[in-house]
Every structure is written in C-alpha cells, then in structure tokens.
C-alpha cells in the first residue's frame, strides 16, 4: 500500500508539474497573438505567475500527507547535515550516549526494586509479620505465635514461616552444601506459586516425624540433575538422610525471602508445642497473603487485638508474651525500604549527569548553528516560513539523540553488568536487573525528550530575526542573545557538578570515617570461615571432638599465630543468635527485665586471636569443659547497663528459657561491633562451645596470620580435612574483606556518585572551554584593535581568564544553594559529617576552580597570541 | 528589513469568493486552469485578476473536496491540459454559495445604509 501511495503521489508531481507548464505556455501564446516579442512574452508571463516553486508547495500542501513527507525531507536533510561535521556529530552523540546509557542502566536496575511489583501473582497482599523485641525493634516470630495465628486470625489466606536450613547434598558427584529453608507447608500457598512439577507440600507433610520430601528449585534440578523428569519421586541425600522430591519450582520462580535457597522442606515442628523447645524461640520469620477485600489496616488491628488477648489454648511464655503487639508491613516495603534511599539518591544523581550532557550537547548545537547561519539565512529569504526551520533543527537534534540513544544501549548494557557486579550483596531482586522492555521504553523516552530538550534553544535562535546578518561575513557583530545563552548554560553545568561532586565528597568523607571506627578487635591479618559438620554421626561428643581437634591441627599451620572457632562472627551479616539474658540479681532496676543480648559459644583462645582486650576477671580457657562450673563472659555495655560501677564477677545469669541453668560471670571483655560498624547494640554473653545445651553444629573458624591471611586458606583447610575430610568449609573471607562487605551499600552508592561527579566535571570542563573558545574567536577583532591600541598580551590573558572565571564564580554560588538543598536527599547515606561540611565544600570548590583554570588556559593563550595585523587586515 | 509578508492575493479576495468564482465559471463548461483565470478577468471587465498562486492551490482544493473533477485531454493546440468539470455535487455547493454570496451582500448593503432613512420610509 506504501508504494502504490508513493508511486500516485510521483504521478501527481509529474501532471503538476505538467499543469502549470502548460498555463504557462498558453500565457506565453496569447501574448505573442498580441504581438510581443517571444523574450518580453515569457518574462511577463514569469513575473505574473509567480514563484513557480512556491505555487507547487502551496498546491501540494492541498493534497494531504504532506507533514509525512516533509519529515522524511528533514531526516535526509539533517543526516547529510551531520555527516558533513563528523567531528561534531561524534563529540555530540558520544556525550548523550553517555548520559542515556547511564541513566538507563540506572533504571534497570531501579525499575525492579522500587518501581515494579513484585513477581508474585497480587504481590501488595503479600505481608511480613514480626514480633517486638525488647528494645522495640522487629523480631523473628515463634512457632507457637504461628499457631496462634493460624487458628485465631481471620485476615489472611495463608501463614507461612520459614527458617534457614543448609543441607550438605551427596550422591554422585561431590558433596555440596546448599542454601535453603525449613517452611511450613502453606509456604508456597502464601506467595502464590505452586511448583511446575511434581505438587506443592501438604499439611500431612508438615508433621512432627513426618515424612522426609523436599521441592528444589529450577536452577538445582537442572544443573544437578540435568533437568531429568524422572527426579520427582526420586531420592535425593541430604545430611545423609534420604529425602523424596516430590516438586520443582518453575523457572521464572524468585524467592525473595532468601534468594539464594535452592532447595525447601517441611519444617515439621511439634504442633503441641511443648514448652522450652524450639518451638518457642524468636527464629521464625513469618510472612502471610491477606483475604481479598481484607485491608491492610484491618489486618494490623486483628492481629494486634489478637496479641493482647492471650487465650486458653495458647498459653504463652513469658519472652513471647506478645505484650507490644504484632507488626506487619507489605513484603515489598520490607524488602525495598532499606535500600530505598540510596537508589533514589542515584538515580537523580543520574538524571543530573544526563541534563549536564544535555546542556553540553546544547551548547555545542548553538555553537555549530551560529556557523550556519548563512545557510539558514537563504533558507528563509528563498520563503521558508520559521517554522519549518525550527522543525528542521528540531528534526536534527532528534536524529542526533536517536544516534546517542542507540550507542547508549551499548552503554547501557555494560552498565548493567557493572552495576550487578558491583552491587551490594543485599540488593533485593539483584537477579532481576537487566536490559529489560521497561528499561528500552525508558530510554526511548528520555531519548525523544533530550533531542526536543536539546534542539529547542538553538532552533529558536537560528531562526530568530536578524537572520540578514548571516548573509554578511564580518565578525563586527557578534549575535549578543547567543552568546548569552551559551554562558547561561556554561554556568547551569557547573552547579550542577558542583552539585554531583559535593554529594560524592560527602559520602567519601563518611566512608573515611566509618573506617575510622574502632570495631573492638585487631581485624588485620585474620581469615574467617565457616566449618559446618554435617551428618548422622555427628552427636555432641564427636562435634566437640572434631573443632578440637580441627583447632589444633590449624594452629599447627605455619605462619598460623593462633586460631579459635566461634558460633557467630562479628561484622559477618550472620548474626541471629541473640537470647533473653536474665540476671539473678541486678542493681539497677527490675532483675525480671530480660537484656537482649548475642550469644557467642567459643573455644579456647577466641579472645586471644581476635584481640578482644580483658577488662576484668579472666578469659574462658580450656578448664572451661562441659563438667566444669558454668561460666561465662560478659562485653564491657551489657556490664555497665546492669553492675554499673561494681564489679559483675561472680554474678549470676540464664541465658535463654526460664529453667536454664545459671551462668557465672567469671570476667568482662571490651565492646565489639557486632551487626555493622555504625550500630551500636553490642550486648553480648560468650560461653564455652561445651557448655550449651546442645553442640552449634557449624562454626566460625577465626585464624590470625602472621602474614597475609588469604594465603593460608590451602593449608589451613588441608588442615581441617585432615581431621574430617567429609566436612563442608564455606564462606572464606578475610576479615578486611567483611569489614568492606559490611559497609557495601555506602561503598556502592559511592563509587556511582564518585564515577557520576567526574563525568560531570569533565563536562563542565569542557562547555567552559567550549563557550570561551567561541568567544576568543569571535572577538578576534576585538582583540587585534586592543592590542594594537597598546593592551599587552598578558592584559588579554588577564580579559579571557576573567571571563571564564566569573562564569565558573556564578556557576559555584549558584550550585552552593543547590547543594544544600540537594544532599537532604543523601542524608541517610552519610555517617559522622553534617550535610553542611565545610571542609567537603572548600574542597570541592578548590577542585572546580582548579578544572576551570585549566579549562580557560587554552583559549586565553590562543587569545594572547593573536596578531593583530592579521586581524585588522581582514578586515 | 521588511518583514517577510505572508502570501496575498493581488486583490484581497476571500478565499470562498473565490471558489465561488471558479464554480459559476466552470457552469459555462469545462476549462482548463489558464482558461477559467481568463475567463474571470473578462467576465469581471478586467478588474478580477486572479493570481496563478491562489488559482492553483484552490483548483486543487476543489477537486479534493469532489466539488470538481478533472481529466487531461489534448487541446487545440496538439498541447495536453488538464481540464476541470463541475460535479453534481459541485453544483449544488454552488448554488449554496450563491445563496450566501446574496445574504452577504444585502446585509452589508443594509450596514451601510444610514439607519434613520428607513425608519422615516
């Protein structure tokens, strides 16, 4: 249909054409009837028809689809135009490929965690339950809760709860240990996806002594099991107990709640929920789909109501009261709100480089229009109405963000791959961030908007009046409106680099002082790992046995100083194992007043190797066994809050349920960060590994080096097998390596900011030099008439130098408000300077200052060494 | 520098007027672009002269909107001319112009007669 539209519209070109020929030699006809001669007959029939073409255009304007064809007219015209300035063409595309491709790789991995739902059929219904903790902060739910609720609540379509679970799988090939969870049977109910093969749990699987089956995921079944069908009903080794699969998660299926669980079963606690087990520890974490027509309001008040009002059949104990209600927040909110912040911060950091590219672009399109004047000029004095003139640069300018656009795909791209590289590891739904459909809309937007954005200005002033003087050569008059809006823009670029640049000093600062922070333990040279004892024949004698043995065989290393293991490790992300400690008496206060603290069970020499300072009494040794009298240790805090200004040993405590048996205070140790280096919570109890009541089965090994540490991992795991071969050793890392991890997402939102304030500066730089490189050259004259009028050279250095300083000058007083107002938004980033920080100011102020001097040298030097005999010849 | 004028007609004609024009012309029979410009000179005593640069644009209007229709045909002159014929729908927009044209032309006639003059008769 195209070409028969496009063939007509040839036809009709040719018998207009014809048409008019015709009337004109009939014109031409009569007039010699009358007796003129053949040249005065055919110049007066001219000059009385007219503008032959113009009468063409105006006629074919009746026909319609001429918009359509004047654009295509446009398209050719600008890429002939652009391809005859190649040096341009490429400056200019390449910087909007920069800041498209940026702001799109942004976007990507924004779009997935702030701005999709999540992938989970009617996800805002989606609900995390907590419990209240002692200090009020949100706590891990109890088995018994669950029940609770599963029986009373009316809101919800399905409870679930979940705890991590990490089976070692043998069989076939070698023993792995993987990453999974325990749930209860409603579980998958809750997220809305059944399993693609194979049927999802039922409650007859989630009894006490119930039967051992297992669904894995995707990702598992087809690189373990080579996507084999067959596997549903199959058995599968799991701590060497043998687990039926009965189902496999769909491909497209993402476990948000534990993104790298590969595997889930059963969680098969007792129902009856016997007092003082596990079913009563704050482990849990419990997630539930509300009714439809259930309002989140509604549900929040039932499941307060039913936490003050205990009932019969639920009795409670007295650390899972329940007293200070149930919280519940959407899944979506739970797992986005940490991280919010700081994507917000970077994706306007983004946009801000994306607008100092615009401006540049801007700023070279004016610069280049000024050159052509001249053909603009003909243009209209041939009868081209202004209009058309700005759709035609406009027409340009979107060809060039559509050539920016394209590159910056390829930006994109690898902007994406770097971005999950190096993005922190907590990132929800890191798995999800990609060059997606989303992501090629948003760029296609933002495309079209930067070439309207960039095109406008210029248009408007190519087109604008006084397009006569285009058609004169001389530099007398510089188009003073022109120059204007390119200092004016000049200027607009560099606050918003000041801008980029004060947020980017800001962080940097709060990361040096985040470093600066004493953690309580000596972190060099210390290798960290975690020993896991897997298997049947593993009771609590034989595990006591092996990290006994396994230590000493480690400390037998060479260039090993010492080594000890650990339940939990500090600063490692993996610490859940926090209990009520109850004091047998205490001063200060209520004695009935439970302390949260972090139970550390230890061996022998843990103090030692990781340089935790004794403060009072003695460190647990190897006298500390399981028929010893119970001791424990106590951090510096927790002795303060409850013996301030007397001395703890000797006191009494319980760790945990109320029919514990009493601990000894024997001595206290110095504080130790424990979550991050910026929280303050450092209550912590350390115990003998023999002493608990049941044997932690995977611990942390901590070994200092004399040297590097990360060298050692070989002989030290050599070490370990050597007592156990079969034994999984995972997550080795050195404790410099987790002290960084643990700061990751400032170091993330750094690292972005830093790259974004030098692409931003480099820009500024360069519309600084952009802008004053024109000036000198249209001023050359000016600049020959001073100095012949007896300016010397460096007065000339001194009259660009001046020019280009103020713009920078105005650009820093007008960024300084700019930046005050933006850094609120990074506010939550920062850690130990105010947002106001002076020294980040100055410095940031110094560097631009320094940028835009060096930006002003080259034209000023051209500038002196302009001959002034030369110019005033040209004349 | 003068500013760049819009594009006129010679004698400000409105722009139905002319349509008007080209439609009674074409009653008479059909003709071709130079011939109607002609026609409505003479039929006007030389006062009426159309510009090429309206005729041709409204020519082609007129024929978008079906009020004529067009077909080439070989003149006297062994030359090829695109010729022009009313269509029944043309003549019908004619006489609805015509109509107009009248209505028009009374009530100005009736605007500038002195108001008081008619109350007296």
Redesign the interface.
Known sequence: MRLRLWSQRRQREV??D???H??L???V??RLERGETLEDAEAAVRR????VG??KE??R????WVWLEQLLQDFRYGLRSLRRAPGFTIVAALTLALGIGASTAIFSAVNPILFESLPYPHADRVMMIWDFGPDGSPLYTTFGTYRELVERSHSFDAIAVMRPWQPTLTGASEPERLDGLRVSASYFQVLGVPPALGRDFDASDDQINGPKVAIISDGLWKRRFGGDITIVGRQIKLDDNPYTVIGVMPGAFENLLAPSAQLWSPLQYDKSLPPQSREWGHHLRMVGRLRPGVGTDQAKRELNTIAHTPVAGFSRPSHASLDSGLMMNSLQDDMTSGVRPALLAVLGAVLLVLLIACVNVTNLLMARGAQRRGEFAMR?AL?AARSRLIRQLLTESLLLAIIGGALGMVVAAFGVSALVALSPPGLPRASAIGVDGPAFAFAFGITMLVGLLVGMIPALHVSRGGL?TGLQQSSRRTAGGHQLTRRTLVVVEVALALVLLVSAGLLLRSMQRLFAIDPGFDTSHLLTMQVQTSGQRFDADTTHRFFAQSQEAVSQVPGVTSAAFTSQLPLSGDLEDGYGVHFESSPTGNPEADNAALRYAVSPGYFETMSIPLRRGRLLNAHDVADAPLAVVISESLAKSKFPGQDPIGQRLRIGPNDGPWYTVVGVVGDVKQTSLVMSQSDAVYIPTTQWRFADKALWLVVRARGDAATLTPAIRNAIWSVDKDQPIVQVATMDNLLAASAAERRFALTLFEAFGIVALVLAATGIYGVLSGSVTERTREIGVRLALGASRSNILALVFRQGMTLTGLGVVIGLSGAVAATQAIVTLLFGVSRLDPITYLGVITLLVCVSVIACWVPAWRAARVDPSITLRAE | MPRKLPYQNKIELLQGTLDLLILQTLQWGPQHGYGISQQIRTNSGEVLQVDTGSLYPALHRLERQQWVSSEWKVSENNQRVKVYRLTANGKKQLATERSRWEQLSEAIARALNPPNEESEA
């Open positions: 018998e207009l014809e048409e008019l015709s009337h030699q009939m014109a006809q009569d009385e028809f007219g503008n113009l009468v105006v006629t304007q009746m026909w319609g209209a009868g006569h």
